[in-house]
Every structure is written in C-alpha cells, then in structure tokens.
C-alpha cells in the first residue's frame, strides 16, 4: 500500500510568483486536506476536497486555491505569492467524508524571497 | 469554535524518565482527538486517536493518552522515554460533523536527556 506522497520536496520562489504543489493520495482514499504550517507552529488547515469538490475552507485568502482529480490525487496553487507563503505545505488523505483518520504526507518546503 | 492548547512548547526529561505531554481541548461536542509525532523535516505520523470508544487510548511507540472530559484533557504518555522519542508532538482536534479538518496545537519539542 502506496502511503501520501508529495512533489517537490522543496521548492524557492520569488515574491508574487505562483506555485503549484502536487499530492498523491493514499490508496482508497478519496478526501485530500491541505495544511500550511509555519515554522515553529502547528499546521493551519487551508482546504479540503471530497470527490473532487471543494468541502471546506479554512482562513486563506482565494489567491491559495485547489483541485482534485478522478484518481483523487490533489493541487495546491497559490497566486501572487508574499514572504510570509514561506511555510511547510502538507497533504493529508483520508477514506471517505467523515472524522476519519488522515495520513499526511512528508510535506513541501516552500521558500519565498 | 474548537481550540486546542498544548501547554509546554518545550520539555525535556532524562532517558527512562516519564513523559508527559499535555492537551486541553475546547469543544461544544464530544470531539475525535489525535496526538500525532513530527520527526525533524518530515511529515506527521499517527500516534494514536480517541474516536469515544475507551477513554484510555493506546498508541504506537508506547504511548498512550487519557480522554478525560470533565478536565477537557487528553495528555499523552510514556512510561520510560527512548532518545528516538525525541522530536515535535502535536495534538490535534477534529469535529464530529461538518468539514473534518483537524485543528492543531502549536506543538511540544520533547528533548531526551542521555
């Protein structure tokens, strides 16, 4: 069984770039959370898909925005990238709409300058 | 609105010591609460959960937790701690209904003294 696997790994970007970050969800799993975690925090929640619909948001602005594809594998862009994106962006996945476990990925280490 | 307070950013306990890492939540309903493990540069591990079955939870590694409602706690445990527990624990909330997000602590750095 394929655990969550994220892509890249780290990645370095400029003020008001875009990014985009991938996610592979664990096998059967059909809901994809995203969280940012700042160094030396807890991860904040930014979205969650279900089936390829949106079904939650956390307190991020619209330029961080998602998609979910059929195989239930997950991006996560962000617009118009600031200093302060520089964080720890990790995946999660989980089996259906529910309070169930997630499995969160290794993470991607963004770095803004 | 779900809170989660992990009281402690820091502990250190000598090798073979007790540890303990606490957690309060706050929720108007009977919450699903996790501890998960961060090991430096990597992702989140499961330690263990408490879904309102047993209210004494047993995890990987030797950890355990205690769902205690009246105190609104759910500390974490160990008998005897190893150097490799040695990394950031998290504690973490999540809703029985609506969107299942988790909601996180800011974390406790546990150090294992030699």
């Known amino acids: 069984e394929t655990g969550v696997t994220q892509s890249p790994t780290h990645l370095i970007k400029t003020r008001g770039q875009q990014v985009t970050l991938r996610c592979s969800s664990q096998?059967?799993?059909?809901?994809v959370s995203w969280y940012q975690q700042a160094l030396g925090q807890g991860p904040q929640f930014i979205f969650q898909?279900?089936?390829?619909?949106?079904?939650g948001r956390g307190n991020f602005p619209p330029r961080f925005s998602g998609l979910q594809f059929p195989n239930y594998s997950s991006e996560l862009n962000v617009n118009a990238l600031e200093l302060d994106d520089s964080a720890l962006y990790l995946c999660?996945?989980?089996?259906?709409?529910?309070?169930?476990?997630?499995?969160f990925g290794p993470g991607t280490r963004l770095t803004v300058l | 609105a779900q809170s989660v307070t992990q009281l402690g950013s820091h502990v250190s306990v000598s090798e073979g010591a007790l540890v303990l890492l606490r957690c309060n939540y706050s929720?108007?309903?009977?919450?699903?609460l996790f501890w998960y493990v961060q090991y430096p540069n990597q992702g989140l591990q499961l330690l263990l959960k408490?879904?309102?079955?047993?209210?004494l939870v047993k995890g990987i590694n030797g950890f355990e937790a205690e769902f205690k409602k009246s105190e609104t706690s759910f500390h974490l445990t160990k008998p005897s701690a190893h150097m490799s527990d040695a990394a950031e624990y998290f504690c973490?909330?999540?809703?029985?209904?609506?969107?299942?997000?988790?909601?996180f602590g800011t974390g406790t750095r546990l150090k294992v003294l030699a």
């Open positions: 408490y879904t309102s079955a047993a209210t």
């Open positions: 999660a996945s989980s089996l259906g709409q529910g309070p169930d476990t997630q499995y």
């Open positions: 898909y279900y089936r390829e619909e949106e079904n």
């Open positions: 096998s059967g799993h059909n809901t």
């Open positions: 973490a909330v999540t809703s029985t209904s609506g969107t299942y997000k988790y909601i």
């Open positions: 929720s108007s309903v009977p919450p699903y």
